[in-house]
């Protein structure tokens, strides 16, 4: 069965300062990992995926992350961050052998102060 | 872009009444709509998996006479949530997937229906 882990619930960080999102996934078949944002009240924004080939993956809003197959890991990364990126953060896992629905984290809550 | 509405995007209701929720796929067809819930800091889960002109499959715990599903035609899914009680206040989610690969297809998420029950 597949599972995705986000060690952190909340991550609080300065404004301009770069930033780590963690999340490992358990799978014993091949994944595809997504990175989706949040904001309050408002649905879901894909920030970027892997699905096959390079294992640094770039996406938007100058966010990036890297599939790390020998950790389990595809952690997210921002060098410098805004107060915009401000949000709830969700790594997920497609569940293969289905309709192909995804399997979420729990979400980390990301607070860029000024 | 795939644009997925979702509508109303919040609701109130009264206890006992039931509360019909759309999805929409506005510019592509799906013929695989999900549905998930979202309790307050909590991560997305997964409720039901519909499928255009069949029944929908719903995930252990989901009660299918309390989240009726239909998804009539490929552009359209509906939630109706039956006589709702305050337990059900939540976030709904939809999402569309574009095409008919399981794993290659792009999900498309609407903006979600914030639902509370008095």
């Known amino acids: 069965a597949q599972s995705v882990t986000q060690l952190d619930s909340q991550v609080p960080v300065f404004e301009e300062a770069p930033v780590e999102l963690r999340c490992n996934y358990s799978s014993s078949v091949s994944v595809y990992l997504f990175w989706y944002v949040q904001y309050p009240n408002q649905g879901l924004q894909l920030l970027l995926k892997?699905?096959?080939?390079?294992?640094l993956v770039k996406g938007i809003n100058g966010f990036e992350a890297e599939f790390n197959k020998s950790q389990t890991s595809f952690h997210l990364r921002k060098p410098s961050v805004h107060i915009s990126d401000t949000a709830e953060y969700f790594c997920?896992?497609?569940?293969?052998?289905?309709?192909?629905?995804?399997?979420f984290g729990k979400g980390t809550k990301l607070s860029v102060k000024p | 872009g795939a644009v997925v509405s979702q509508h109303p995007s919040w609701v109130i209701c009264k206890s006992g009444t039931s509360v019909k929720i759309e999805c929409r796929s506005l510019?592509?067809?799906?013929?695989?709509m999900f549905w998930y819930r979202q309790f307050p800091k909590q991560s997305l889960m997964l409720m039901a998996t519909?499928?255009?002109?069949?029944?929908?499959?719903?995930e252990q715990g989901v009660e299918k006479d309390k989240f009726l599903i239909n998804h009539a035609s490929l552009t359209l899914s509906t939630l109706t949530v039956t006589s709702a009680h305050p337990e059900d206040s939540s976030f709904y989610i939809c999402?569309?997937?574009?095409?008919?690969?399981?794993?290659?297809?792009?999900?498309?998420f609407g903006n979600g229906t914030r639902l509370t029950v008095t």
């Open positions: 510019d592509f067809q799906a013929t695989t």
């Open positions: 997920a896992v497609r569940k293969g052998g289905s309709q192909g629905n995804l399997i």
């Open positions: 999402s569309a997937r574009a095409g008919t690969d399981s794993y290659n297809s792009p999900l498309h």
């Open positions: 519909s499928n255009e002109g069949s029944k929908a499959t719903y």
């Open positions: 892997y699905l096959s080939g390079s294992t």
